[in-house]
């Protein structure tokens, strides 16, 4: 009879090797699984923003009627087949008695990144010439989703330039009573600011809205529930224009944060993000009814994700130009055509991405009386043939 006798050190590196590779295995799968969402990485997404957005002349109207008249925004467009962008605004101003004033923001968007739906609500006591102090808040069907707090307005005899502050207890009542068993162990603030100033030529608005973070804990979920969830978003837009006999030239810059994480079958998924977007434009007439319109695009981006219990960093850098003619036959009918290409330099989990994307464009607005502002859009991506996109929208001023 033979005995093999093997060192006991042997059969230890055996083992070791073994939970080495079966650890191995596991990282691969997670990482594997992990994946940022798809609009994260779509060198499309600048070139989107920019063409389903409402033109620089329609956007000034709108802000100076912000606190002067009533509005109402629709814009849809389609991002591929199955996905749709969508920006829905309405705005009233009323003026009950010389000290007594309401103003009302009605908000609902569905943008690549995020969802948005707001109902705002002020009730405006004029304390002295142009300067207002205003018990806001955002009353809801559900108790637990109202907010409530207070501002502070200033404005001009016409109203059209502004300066408004709040501060808002978002959601002050959602420990009270909650079907759901959610709780939140501190309360969530929000600051908002909204200001237009402008003279002769030049004006420039900008609207900020900062929130603390959410976090909900659910007492007692189901082991197959949703344990926590925690959201966070910070939106600052800015607009500034100067305009003088058919020309123009303006800087606007949007940017955001936004954070989301779920905890749910005992599994963290997250996504936080942080992204800048700026675009310069001009429009300069050719001949009597003729213009070209030049727009230089910007889009810097970072985010950090967790999936499928694996964590990736991801950042993206985009530069891009738009070039189009803009040719108004008649006084309240304008077409425009062009074309527009953005290159994207993008970084995902240490891995370098160069992407290209563009698009061939036409527009037609309509204007049929003054405040009113109708249009359909209609692109094409040149490069890769691939389905372009169209979009449609008014607005109205009233």
Not at 230 to 245: G, I, L, N, T
Not at 316 to 328: E, F, I, S
Request: charged letters at 25%; aromatic letters at 10%.
């Amino acid at each position: 009879m033979r005995v093999l006798v093997r060192p006991t050190g042997f059969c230890e590196e055996r083992r070791v090797r073994a939970a080495a590779a079966v650890l191995l295995a596991t990282a691969l799968a997670r990482a594997a699984r992990a994946a940022p969402p798809d609009e994260l990485v779509d060198p499309l997404k600048a070139i989107e923003y920019d063409l389903y957005d409402f033109a620089p002349e329609e956007q000034a109207v709108w802000e100076e009627s912000r606190w002067s008249g009533n509005a109402v925004r629709l814009d849809l467009g389609s991002v591929t087949l199955k996905e749709l962008f969508a920006v829905q605004e309405a705005q009233v101003n009323l003026r009950a008695l010389p000290w007594l004033g309401f103003h009302l923001d009605v908000q609902d968007d569905r943008t690549r990144e995020a969802e948005v739906a707001r109902f705002s609500a002020d009730v405006l006591l004029r304390v002295a010439p142009g300067v207002e102090l205003a018990v806001s808040g955002t009353p809801d069907v559900v108790k637990q989703d109202s907010a409530i707090g207070g501002g502070l307005l200033i404005t001009s005899a016409d109203r059209t330039r502004y300066a408004v502050l709040r501060l808002l207890d978002d959601a002050a009542f959602f420990n009270v009573q909650n079907p759901s068993g959610a709780h939140r162990d501190a309360p969530v603030w929000r600051a908002q600011a909204e200001a237009r100033w402008a003279t002769g030529p030049f004006s420039g608005w900008a609207r900020a809205d900062l929130g603390t973070s959410n976090e909900v804990r659910f007492a007692g979920a189901p082991p197959r529930g949703v344990q926590a969830t925690s959201d966070q978003r910070s939106d600052v837009d800015a607009h500034f224009r100067w305009a003088q006999r058919g020309s123009a030239a303006g800087v606007r810059v949007t940017a955001r944060r936004l954070d989301a994480a779920r905890t749910a079958q005992g599994e963290e998924s997250a996504l936080r993000r942080g992204f800048a977007y700026a675009r310069a434009y001009l429009l300069t007439p050719v001949l009597p009814r003729l213009a070209l319109r030049a727009v230089a695009l910007g889009w810097k981006e970072r985010a950090r994700g967790l999936d499928a219990g694996a964590r990736y960093g991801f950042s993206r850098w985009d530069l891009g130009g738009r070039l189009g003619a803009v040719w108004t036959p008649l006084e309240e009918w304008t077409f425009e055509a062009g074309y527009v290409r953005v290159h994207s330099a993008q970084d995902l989990a240490g891995a370098s991405l160069d992407r290209w994307g563009d698009k061939a464009y036409g527009t037609v607005r309509w204007a049929p009386r003054e405040g009113v502002w109708l249009h359909f859009l209609i692109s094409h991506q040149v490069t890769t043939g691939a389905f372009g996109g169209f979009s449609g929208g008014l607005q109205v001023i009233f």
